[in-house]
């Protein structure tokens, strides 16, 4: 079955660090591949997503990931990090189950930047 | 852009008793989706909700527990029934827009259930 993992579930980092999330995905086929955000008290946002193309994407405030194929990984990853970056992180993967595409969630990583 | 209402947000309910949630698009959708989200977890989908006939459950979720209407292309409702503290969770629901990327989802704010 498809799965994605996400290494980290709890981050720490103080403002201007940089920041590198892990994700990795269980799945043969064509994927398409979301980083949403959930800052607290708000919904879920959409972050950045591939599709195909370059696979170094860049997202909204500053964030990007790079999709290797080779090792089914989709990392995010931000230069420096600011105070107003906490949040939970989720990868996902859109991928082909059942006949349908169906979005599957990593566990979430919350991040918590001091400072 | 495009709005995703979910009510109630949050509702406190007793054990036994039934909650009905609601998601209204403000724009043409082509897939409505249910998810939940536990205390400290991650989401899992529930069912995707068909217009017009019965949803698509996951597995590890029944129609008899939670069932889910879709009368047209805007609107649907997630059940929770017969409740236990065990569903207490956020509901949220998911749509992909007509006029929007086709393999993108968002996502509404979610209804926050705490069942006593």
């Known amino acids: 079955a498809q799965s994605v993992s996400q290494h980290n579930h709890h981050v720490i980092l103080s403002e201007a660090a940089s920041l590198e999330l892990g994700c990795n995905y269980s799945?043969?086929?064509?994927?398409?591949l979301f980083w949403y955000v959930q800052y607290p008290g708000q919904h879920l946002q959409l972050l950045l997503k591939?599709?195909?193309?370059?696979?170094l994407v860049k997202g909204i405030k500053g964030f990007e990931a790079e999709f290797i194929k080779s090792k089914f990984s989709f990392n995010l990853r931000k230069p420096s990090v600011q105070w107003s970056d906490t949040a939970e992180y989720f990868c996902?993967?859109?991928?082909?189950?059942?006949?349908?595409?169906?979005?599957?969630f990593g566990a979430g990583t919350r991040l918590a930047v001091h400072p | 852009s495009a709005v995703i209402s979910q009510k109630p947000s949050r509702d406190i309910c007793q054990r036994g008793t039934s909650l009905t949630i609601q998601c209204q698009v403000d724009?043409?959708?082509?897939?409505m989706f249910w998810y939940r989200q536990q205390p400290g977890q991650s989401l899992t989908l529930i069912a995707t909700?068909?217009?017009?006939?019965?949803?698509?459950?996951e597995s590890g979720f029944v129609i008899d527990k939670f069932p889910i209407s879709r009368p047209n292309l805007t609107f649907s409702t997630l059940t929770v029934s017969n409740m236990s503290p065990e569903d207490s969770s956020i509901y949220l629901c998911?749509?992909?827009?007509?006029?929007?990327?086709?393999?993108?989802?968002?996502f509404g704010a979610g209804t926050r259930l705490s069942v006593l």
């Open positions: 799945y043969g086929g064509t994927v398409n």
């Open positions: 909700a068909n217009q017009g006939s019965e949803a698509t459950y």
């Open positions: 998911s749509v992909k827009f007509v006029a929007l990327p086709q393999n993108i989802q968002y």
């Open positions: 724009s043409q959708v082509t897939m």
């Open positions: 996902a993967v859109n991928a082909r189950s059942g006949g349908y595409n169906k979005l599957i």
């Open positions: 591939y599709f195909s193309g370059d696979p």
